[in-house]
């Protein structure tokens, strides 16, 4: 799994409109153990995950309670019809991947997000939609036994949601985007109490924005990133915060100034976040974009780069001093894996 929330990362391959972010391989997944600390280092290897079928499946995103429970979604493809998917879900248990069922609604059902407190807690996020009609925002639930749609209350037309983080069973912030009348995007918030679903305010830049990665570490405090652009030409980097009343946009840095974009974030504490995307500059050059949080400021950090065309869809962080962001590179043609690791002082890239 190439984690990362459905990102529509510029150069990935498009599946029923949308971009199963670093998806290289159908059904992929990856799974990596950690050294010690002193070695610096990761080994990663290829381990088996079913698929439903014989088409397309992906697995965008994932989310591990310990190394013998994680949780991971996306869809597949339902027989030739190029437009038609449903939503997959596959759990692990230390040993093996299985397909865990979940319901779906149209003809286009989607996971792109999911976040789990415990083995009997989990949301996951996507959207769903119908032939020739807006794609509406999808949220389910697992209660340890089976997944559910939950009913949410929607902004408007064409949403999706891209991103999940839960701290509890009742406080999770779903993110993402939706439409206004002239087919513009906007922020789109909603947030989980333990009984219901709610739409909450949030900002937007220029004539479009919206939303691809959250991490909250407790419910009065979250982040959430993406991208805005004024005319579909360049964009720029967008980060809001959430304190528990109000969403604010935090000023965040754009390298190039040309595309800028940030697809995950991941925060281990209100004053330490991190988080990851693409910076391409006005030759059409594409590289990774790692940005940090101390507290006060977002800054860059330097991240080395692959082949000709490298991106960073995914994170995730236990401390400071210890992160993993994983993404794709193109070379010749050809698109591959990309995983680097921190350790508190600089960025390397790890074989995988």
């Given amino acids: 799994i190439f984690s990362g929330s459905g990102r529509r990362a510029r150069g990935a391959p498009v599946t029923g409109g949308r971009v199963p972010a670093g998806a290289v391989l159908p059904g992929l997944v990856l799974l990596g153990a950690a050294a010690p600390a002193s070695a610096q280092a990761l080994t990663w290897s290829i381990v088996p995950s079913p698929n439903l079928s014989g088409t397309t499946n992906y697995l965008s995103n994932v989310s591990c309670l310990s190394a ?45 997000g999911v976040s789990c407190v415990s083995a009997t807690s989990c949301t996951a996020v996507g959207s769903y939609g119908y032939a020739q009609t807006p794609s509406r925002a999808l949220v389910e639930s697992w209660n340890g036994t ?50 219901s679903w709610s739409a909450v305010p949030s900002l937007s830049l220029h004539a479009n924005s919206l939303f691809e990665g959250v991490s909250c570490v407790s419910a009065a405090s979250c982040v959430a990133v993406g991208s805005a652009t004024p005319l579909k030409t360049h964009y720029t980097t967008l980060v809001e915060s959430w304190n528990g009343t109000s969403w604010s946009i935090v000023p965040s840095p754009d390298p190039s100034g040309y595309i800028n974009d940030l697809f995950s974030v991941s925060c281990v504490s209100a004053t330490s976040c991190t ?78």
Avoid: F
Avoid at 94 to 102: A, D, L, M, N, R
Avoid at 152 to 163: A, K, M, Q, T
């Fill in 275 to 352: 988080a990851v995307g693409d910076d391409v500059s006005t030759d059409d050059s594409q590289s990774t974009l790692v940005e940090s949080w101390d507290g006060t400021s977002w800054s860059v950090v330097p991240s080395p780069a692959e082949g000709i065309t490298s991106v960073l869809v995914g994170v995730s962080c236990v401390s400071a001093t210890n992160c993993t962001a994983t993404g794709y590179y193109l070379q010749s043609g050809n698109e591959d894996s990309l995983v680097e690791s921190w350790d508190g002082t600089s960025w390397s890239v790890v074989s995988s």
């Fill in 146 to 195: 089976s997944w559910s749609i939950v009913p949410i209350h929607e902004r408007g037309i064409g949403s999706v949601l891209y991103g999940v983080s839960c701290v509890s069973a009742t406080s999770c912030t779903a993110v993402g985007s939706w439409q206004i009348a002239n087919g513009h995007d906007r922020t789109l918030v909603e947030s989980w109490n333990g009984t």
């Fill in 68 to 112: 013998t429970s994680c949780m991971a979604v996306g869809s597949y493809k339902v027989g030739g019809k190029a437009g038609d998917t449903k939503t997959l879900a596959e759990s692990w248990n230390g040993s093996s991947w299985s397909v865990v069922p979940s319901p779906a609604k149209g003809v286009q059902s989607e996971l792109y």
